[in-house]
């Protein structure tokens, strides 16, 4: 049973708190958008860092192709890195490929230390049901801006709905100082559309990305990394429901 | 006048955060401990980060000694880290050397990129119409524990005290992600008392240095690094009041 909560506010903070399980948090978008693809039933994503990695590993494979650059699909993808799109997109029984660099990067970053988890509001509270019963010390890791480099706040909203998720799961758990800031933070959804990263994609013509973003649990499942190579990350989830 | 207040979660975020002035906080207990012998009248201050450095300074130039170790002064320190002992010494007139790990290393990081100065909710109102009259930016730097590698509580809400006196001497500046998280968040000076790394203090018999680190505007300092060296910071203060 869980008895520790613990929410890192950049990934390299992760690297200094032991835990049995880590839920990397890249809200906008990817990290929603995988827990969206696995609600529709895809059965197998890798996370990719490189562009053409993410070409090489989809055409090996015959995996859907998905992820943006500037907004949009490169050429040659399926679609893009949009959870709205993923959530009507055909990927019952496909695997898939997905291009984002700070996702793959923080997903990757934790592999080996612990179970390594993709959270959002998305799946915060099937996550989080799964995570108190299967560990003893969970970090919520905020993937961040700039590579990492820079705190976003929509990681950090999101993980708050998630420390909220995992308090309710297990109410004896200690919290530590972040978590317990996330936890004391009122309107958490609400911050996850004030962030300067979603003025960005909201730039892009991309609101309705947020909006769903925002909402807490349209997806049951439990996305977990079962390998990591150089820049990518094989996931599969744990239990999906096809809701 | 200020048209940018942000503020880094730690100090390694700071790193990736150019700007024309930088606030470092250490409220538990160095810089609240600064703003306070400034405050007393002290005339320069010596931040040292290793304990033999801090004696050898204190010996060369005839300074006051204080800090702790374990939370107590070590043989030959004239005083502790205690700022309700900073408050009631006779320091008017006096140099002083601070031993303070954690403090000395966020207090030099940054040297060199703008100017820094030791801020605290003791004297975030001084300190933020001085910065808000004389740059154009300015990041809070939350110095955190474990020598930086961990977010701390209760410097994060001595950064927001910091933060909404800074918005109020320049209501039009634009707020980062951090900073604005920070303005969203309730009752800043109790979350002060509710972090581990308060806790710890209590444990040392030092609550009343809690409840004064809460406090705001017990001082009129503006400490300013005016040098940094290998294990060193030399601290002036820009303007003071002997009140």
Request: aromatic share 4%; glycine share 12%; charged share 15%.
């Amino acid at each position: 049973m869980l008895e520790r909560i613990d929410l890192a506010m950049l990934p390299a903070e992760a690297e200094a708190m032991p835990s049995e399980a880590y839920i990397v948090v890249d809200v906008l978008r990817a990290t929603t958008t995988i827990a969206t693809l696995f609600a529709g039933g895809m059965t197998s994503l890798i996370a990719a860092g490189r562009l053409e990695l993410a070409r090489h590993l989809a055409a090996a494979e015959g995996r859907l192709l998905m992820g943006e650059v500037g907004g949009l699909p490169p050429a040659g993808f399926d679609f893009g890195n949009s959870p709205v799109e993923a959530a009507a997109a055909p990927v019952a029984g496909r695997g898939g490929v997905l291009f984002t660099t700070n996702g793959t990067a923080a997903l990757c970053l934790l592999a080996g230390r612990g179970a390594v988890f993709a959270g959002a509001a998305a799946n915060a509270t099937a996550l989080a049901a799964y995570v108190a019963g299967h560990f003893r010390s969970a970090t919520i890791v905020c993937a961040g801006n700039a590579a990492g480099a820079r705190f976003s706040l929509e990681d950090f909203a999101a993980g708050g709905l998630l420390a909220g998720a995992l308090s309710e799961a297990a109410p004896g758990a200690a919290l530590g100082d972040a978590a317990a800031l996330a936890r004391h933070t009122p309107d958490l959804a609400d911050l996850i559309g004030l962030s300067d990263h979603a003025a960005i994609v909201r730039g892009l013509g991309l609101a309705h990305d947020i909006d769903f973003a925002s909402r807490l649990d349209t997806s049951a499942a439990v996305p977990m990394v079962v390998a990591c190579g150089d820049g990518w990350a094989r996931i599969e989830a744990v239990m999906t429901s096809a809701g």
